[in-house]
């Protein structure tokens, strides 16, 4: 396990040691999107006109195919192990989410809503 500190100066993200050498090579920085925070560096686009957002999750896993998202397992998203992180379907990643943040205490304000989430 590798640990990279952030550009904030405390927080950090872990990864696997085989992955840090690359990773260390960039200035990484905690970017919301969304209602998520994600660890996030800037690069050039191709041809170096203007730069991207690239997410590290996201460059760990490359290639990643067409209409398919990163995922993080346990939904910590500052936890970058391979074991920690797999490619899955939007539908996979939305039904994850929501059965990660929706505890079994939580009840839906809506009448007649039932759990569904052992479908």
């Known amino acids: ?3 990279i500190l952030l550009s904030d100066g405390y927080n950090k993200t872990v990864v696997d040691d085989a992955d840090y050498p690359e990773l260390s090579k ?3 920085r905690a970017k919301k999107a969304g209602s998520n925070t994600y660890v996030a560096t800037s690069m050039r ?3 170096g006109r ?3 957002t690239v997410y590290m999750h996201r460059l760990i896993m490359e290639p990643i195919p067409p209409g398919m998202e990163v995922d993080h397992v346990d939904g ?3 936890n970058n192990h391979r074991n920690n992180i797999e490619i899955v ?3 996979e990643n939305v039904r994850r989410s929501r059965a990660y943040y929706c505890k079994d205490d939580q009840k839906s304000s809506f ?3 039932v ?3 052992s479908s």
Do not use: C
Request: hydrophobic share 35%; net charge negative.
């Open 111 to 113: 009448t007649g809503a």
């Open 89 to 91: 379907t939007k539908n």
């Open 50 to 52: 203007y730069k991207v």
């Open 115 to 117: 759990d569904d989430r």
């Open 45 to 47: 686009a191709p041809g």
């Open 76 to 78: 910590d998203s500052f």
């Open 26 to 28: 960039y200035a990484w």
């Open 1 to 3: 396990m590798a640990e």
